[in-house]
Each structure stands twice: as C-alpha cells, then as structure tokens.
C-alpha cells in the first residue's frame, strides 16, 4: 500500500526542484539522473535507470537537450505501438523526447501532446520541439492528477517513469482513463515493486524524486488500474535492477547502501505497463 504519511504536496516541490534542476543539467549539456545523486554514482556519469534506453538511429535529428533531459525508465514509445494519425498524451514529458518520438510515429495527421508540471521543462521542451521543427506536438502546464484535457480526447496515455512519482496513483489512472477514447489504450514505462521493500526506502523523500520510493508493487499497480476501469492489463518488467544499480541509487539518501541492497538488491525494475480502456 502507499504509505499515506509522506506528504503528496512534499512529493511535489521536491519533484519539481529535482526535475528544474535536471532541465538545467541538460541546457547546460549535462545529463539529469534519475536517482538522487547529481553525479549518477558509478555508472560512469550514465543514471543506472536511464541508461541505453533509446537506440541511436531512433533519436537521430532530436536535439541532444531532448535526450539529456530524458529521466524515464524505458521506451514506451517503442512498444506503444503506435499508429498513423492517432492523438498521444505523455504524462510528465519532460525535454520532451517521448513527445517528438510519437510525433514521429503518429504522423502529420496525428498528434503528441506533452503534460509537465515543472515550468523549467516545458521551456526546454519547446525549445526542442523548434530546434526539431516538429509541428504536430503541444506542450501543456500541468499535474498528472488533473489533466488538462477533455474526457475521450487520446488515443493512447503514454509516461516514462512518472507516475511512481505521484503520491496520489488513483488520481492519476482515473484521469488517464478519463482522457482516452473508448478502446483507447494506456502504455507506460514504470518503475515497480518485485516483492516488498523496507519502510524506510518508502518514507526517504530523496528516494521519492529518485524514481523507486514511491513505486508499486506489480500487483497493486495491476489492481489499481482495473479498479480505474482498465482492462486487459499487462506488467512486464524489462530491467530489474542489480546491487550496484542500487548502490547508485542510494547515494545522498541519507541510508546505509549496504544495509539496503541487502533487501533491495532484485526487488526494484523498470517494466512496460500495458492496459486498455473498454469500448
């Protein structure tokens, strides 16, 4: 269950300070991290969740910003399968790189929009769109507990490691449904839980913006999805993370690395999250 005693309004400014700061990384020609640390441990200045997402020749012509800026913890838009002239919603898009990716793949009949709630990555984001010159994408203001568009207006939900940040899960997949068409399909890229975790990595808010303090274990998010409506839904992980992509993680979280690979070490994976909303 989510541990309702960390606050969702602390979730936030943290999340939107990490992320600010991340926008800035990547304008500066910097890679953002994912995990708590700014340095990205030992993985070589590569974040152990972020890394070898996105195969070069697929980010061919994106700015370099797009792909610098990108936190997510898979390649939705790779396995979304998406199709010409189809509406996407990315929720918490970032720099924007899933959104350009969809434009691409949905077409100048389709289109891709952008939902961010950290003003630092919507500048970068349309400063990508342009260098782009994609026209086909809008980038919106706001939270993924409360989408700004109206009911039945998306084909497909994407997100690439967000909603583990959000302190208010239900919220969020109630809306994702609420946005797509009937039949329309939800396609994210998440962290979860393989098994349980300790108390104290779900309570340590540097861990909350690091991507793994607030995810769901695979069952509850299965459960939640239904219980927003969704049908057919389908988790599967796609890179557990190992010890040392724990001890990556842990850096400036105030907790002992080895105390908690101990009980994190296989618990922790990116997966590809897939559910549909009935017709």
Known sequence: MEDTSVSIIDIKEIVKDRYGKAA???????????????????????DPITRDLYAAGETAGLPE?????????????ALAELKPGETVL????????????SARRVGSEGKAYGLDMT????????????????????FLKGEIEDIPLPDGSVDVVISNCVINLSGDKDRVLREAFRVLKPGGRFAVSDVVVLGSVQE??????ELWAGCIAGALERDEYRTKLEDAGFEGVEIEPTRVY?????????????????????????????????ARRPV
Do not use: H, W, Y
């Open 242 to 274: 190992a010890a040392d992509d724990i001890r990556d993680l842990m850096a400036e979280s105030g907790l002992d690395p080895e105390a908690v690979v101990a009980g994190a070490e296989g618990r922790f994976a990116g997966a590809f999250i897939r």
């Open 24 to 46: 800035a990384q990547a304008k500066s020609g910097a890679r953002g991290c994912c995990g708590s640390s700014g340095c990205c441990g030992s993985t070589g200045g590569v």
């Open 119 to 138: 003003d630092e990555m919507l500048e970068l984001a349309r400063e990508n769109q342009r260098k782009a010159g994609v026209a086909n994408v809008e």
């Open 65 to 77: 910003a797009a792909l610098l800026a990108s936190l997510g913890c898979g390649n939705p838009t």
């Open 200 to 205: 104290t990595i779900r309570k340590n808010m």
């Open 90 to 101: 990315d929720l918490g898009s970032g720099g924007g790189i899933d959104v350009l990716l």
